[in-house]
């Protein structure tokens, strides 16, 4: 209903900033979380990016998912949260705890404050990382959300930290929710337009290849959507019963080979991405820099892996109707360019 008040957690992120976005043009007042006053600017310029000047509709609350501090009055007055804050670094953490507990911990400290507030449903961002890692479905069918990762496997710090985040907060509302709501979307890679120099690892990836950066792709399969579709369903969640303790994918059509994105970059994009190559690593040169690289070693448990996901359940319960993976790869891109944020 419009004019109720929605916290967004880390709305100075990629996604958050287009969860704020897509609240403020539907009527929504907006709250959100930042871990210092510096990075109002941030957010405030990546709105304006977004062509939204918010007035007196947004306000900014300091908090960090590793205290206490500021949660009850940042959910104060909330009736929805949209906890989209989580650790994604750049390179490899040094521990995994690193990532693991700031995310764990942090879900549990929001849907805390959140259920002692009188909130009525926390809508959490996990990822396709808690759905599709560690084990391949047996029938060869797309992953859907009655599948988890399995931690124990050989998988990354991050994927690790998604699925356990995502289970204590399931664990949570069993236990101890009371009357707080869950609702959880579950993203692939996420594209879309870039609005300003802090975006998503996936965006990046477009940036690198389009700056000539990646020489060569690994033979992998991702999945890809829209950061503007990922903010929509993340309101459908919000607001429809439908979506009372479920999870919802959000994928964009079939997965791409790293050759399939690249190639939609050149062939959406033209001269502009004339640094972008299609050329395949073969596998061997992948694994022996995983030798000495740490980020290219977690590519390694992936390489000519065959994976697919399913938006159906978001599609048939909520109405979700995503736009083109090509789409948001050229929206990503384009972007990009337009921020300068590609050499000439």
């Known amino acids: 209903m419009s004019g109720e008040l929605v916290l967004v957690t880390g709305g100075s992120g990629f996604l958050g900033a287009h969860c704020i976005v897509a609240l403020l043009n539907a009527g929504y007042r907006v709250r959100t979380t930042i871990r210092s006053a510096k990075r109002e600017a941030d957010v405030l310029a990546m709105l304006k990016a977004a062509g939204i000047e918010p007035g007196d509709r947004l306000s900014f609350a300091a908090a960090d998912l590793m205290a206490d501090a500021g949660w009850p009055a940042a959910v104060a007055g909330c009736d929805h949260v949209l906890h989209v804050a989580s650790p994604f670094p750049p390179g490899v953490p040094k521990h995994e705890d690193d990532l693991i507990v700031p995310a764990r911990e942090g879900a549990l400290r929001?849907?805390?404050?959140?259920?002692?507030?009188?909130?009525?449903?926390?809508?959490?961002?996990?990822s396709f990382a808690a759905i599709g890692y560690g084990k391949i479905p047996p029938d060869g069918r797309p992953f859907t959300e009655q599948d988890w990762t399995d931690p124990t496997a050989k998988v990354s710090a991050y994927v690790k930290s998604k699925t356990l985040a995502?289970?204590?907060?399931?664990?949570?509302?069993?236990?101890?929710?009371?009357?707080?709501e869950l609702s959880v979307v579950n993203p692939v890679g996420i594209f879309g337009p870039v609005l300003g120099p802090d975006h998503s690892t996936s965006t990046a990836f477009v940036q690198r290849m389009m700056n000539g950066a990646l020489p060569g792709l690994p033979r992998m399969s991702f999945g890809v959507v829209d950061a503007r579709d990922v903010a929509d369903l993340h309101l459908r969640a919000m607001t429809n019963p439908a979506a009372k303790g479920e999870r919802f994918l959000a994928v964009s059509g079939d997965f791409m080979t790293a050759q399939q994105i690249a190639q939609t970059v050149k062939t959406r994009l033209g001269a502009a991405a004339a640094r972008v190559s299609t050329?395949?690593?073969?596998?061997?040169?992948?694994?022996v820099a995983g030798l000495f690289n740490a980020e290219?070693?977690?590519?390694?448990?992936?390489?000519?892996?065959?994976?697919?996901?399913?938006?159906?359940?978001?599609?048939?319960l909520l109405g979700w109707s995503p736009r083109s993976r090509e789409d948001a790869l050229a929206a990503t891109g384009e972007s990009l360019i337009?921020?300068?944020l590609v050499k000439k």
């Open 110 to 126: 929001v849907l805390r404050a959140a259920r002692d507030a009188g909130v009525r449903r926390v809508v959490l961002t996990s």
């Open 166 to 180: 995502e289970r204590a907060a399931w664990d949570f509302i069993a236990g101890e929710g009371g009357a707080l």
């Open 279 to 287: 050329r395949m690593l073969p596998d061997w040169l992948v694994r």
């Open 296 to 316: 290219a070693a977690q590519l390694v448990t992936e390489l000519g892996k065959v994976k697919n996901a399913t938006n159906a359940k978001a599609v048939r």
């Open 338 to 340: 337009q921020l300068g």
